[in-house]
Nanobody, 123 residues
Framework: QVQLVESGGGLVQAGGSLRLSCAAS????????MVWYRQAPGKQRDLVAI???????NYEDSVKGRFTISRDNAKNTVYLQMNSLKPEDTAVYYC?????????????????WGQGTQVTVSS
């Protein structure tokens, strides 16, 4: 069974920084992409940043230039460095591992979600 555990959330003032981590554990042969989403109260869950197994990244427009996603493939861990935080960044942040191969011979891949970590930015 694959589990994703996020950490690093908290309360920060506007203009501050936080670094989120998400570690995947279990029997994992490969992960296609790791993704950060966020969900503010009363809103849908939106993609924030994505990184492929090869290191290609993409960001939601409002975080470009402020957030940086990175991953350590050997540790199956993804990070989200968040700088210049704004009150509108307040949300629960979730990580998702996409295309996880857990049984080498089957070739089947699955997606897994973390439990979320709260980020609150005060004005």
């Amino acid at each position: 069974q694959v589990q994703l555990v996020e950490s690093g959330g908290g309360l920060v003032q506007a203009g501050g920084s936080l670094r989120l981590s998400c570690a995947a554990s279990g029997i994992i042969f490969s992960v296609d992409a790791m993704v950060w989403y966020r969900q503010a109260p009363g809103k849908q869950r939106d993609l924030v940043a994505i990184i492929s197994s090869g290191g290609r990244t993409n960001y939601e427009d409002s975080v470009k230039g402020r957030f940086t996603i990175s991953r350590d493939n050997a540790k199956n861990t993804v990070y989200l460095q968040m700088n210049s935080l704004k009150p509108e960044d307040t949300a629960v942040y979730y990580c998702k591992a996409e295309g996880v191969l857990t049984r080498l011979l089957s070739g089947r891949k699955y997606d897994y979600w973390g439990q979320g970590t709260q980020v609150t930015v005060s004005s």
